[in-house]
């Protein structure tokens, strides 16, 4: 099945600087890379998402980028905002496997 | 519309019971799957299924059981708990393809004395 392994497990930055995540999968096949952020106690909620025939998407604040060569996919968050704290993870198809999380943390 | 909807939000267990968490969607999706997150954990894939009739291993199968007789409901079966299976434990749903939209179940949070 896919591997999936997310970096860093913990990020801490300001209110107002940007914040990346990144993600490297295993299996070349896969062509779908969703960003999920889960609030305490609460379902992961998708976010924002890129699938293989693009290298770039954005959506307001976030914007996610993908490598297919590499095998990478990041998330960026501009002007972070504490509502923005919670832990984010990033997964790919096919059976939809996820990295193990981070936890952003975006002091005021 | 109740999207995907789990049974019971909570329950307590003891050491070798068995019991079976509900699972259920309203969209007509084809593919579901059961995730366990541990506390402070990612989310790792149990088992999964692409249509009626047909279910497939992932990561931590071992313990639990699954079976798809509709294209709503997705149960997970614990077999014999153990405490190594307290976790909390999300249903998720999707259409058809690999690139479609995964929606989560609000989770049911699952201790084993």
Redesign the interface.
């Known amino acids: ?1 896919e591997n999936v392994e ?1 970096h860093p497990s913990t990020l801490s930055v300001q209110e107002g600087d940007s914040a990346v995540i990144k993600c490297t999968y295993s299996d070349s096949a ?3 890379f ?1 960003w999920y952020k889960q609030e305490l106690g609460k ?4 976010i924002i ?1 890129i ?1 293989s025939n693009v290298g770039e998407k954005k959506d307001q604040r976030i914007a996610v980028t993908l490598n297919k060569t590499a095998k990478h996919f990041s998330l960026h968050i501009t002007e972070t905002q504490p509502e923005d704290s919670a832990v984010y ?1 990033c ?1 790919a ?9 981070t936890r952003l943390t975006v002091k005021p | 519309n109740a999207g995907v909807t789990q049974t019971p939000k909570f329950q307590v267990l003891k050491t070798g019971q068995s019991m079976t968490l509900q699972c259920a969607q309203d969209m007509n999706h084809e593919y579901m ?1 059961w ?1 366990r997150q541990d506390p402070g ?5 149990i088992h ?1 299924s692409v249509g009626a009739g047909i279910t ?1 291993q ?2 931590v199968p071992n313990g639990y059981n699954v079976s798809r007789s509709t294209t709503e409901d997705f149960p997970l079966r614990l077999l014999s708990a153990a405490p190594s299976q307290t976790s909390v434990y ?1 249903c ?1 749903s ?1 259409q058809t393809g ?10 049911t949070r699952l201790t084993v004395l």
Not at chain 2, 41 to 45: A, H, I, T, V
Not at chain 2, 98 to 107: E, L, R
């Open positions: 099945g997310q896969s062509n779908y969703p379902r992961p909620q998708l998402d699938r993870f997964a198809s096919g059976d939809m496997r996820f990295g193990a999380g | 799957s995730y954990m990612g989310l790792r894939l999964y497939d992932g990561e999300f998720a999707r690999p690139t479609d939209t995964q929606y989560f179940g609000p989770g």
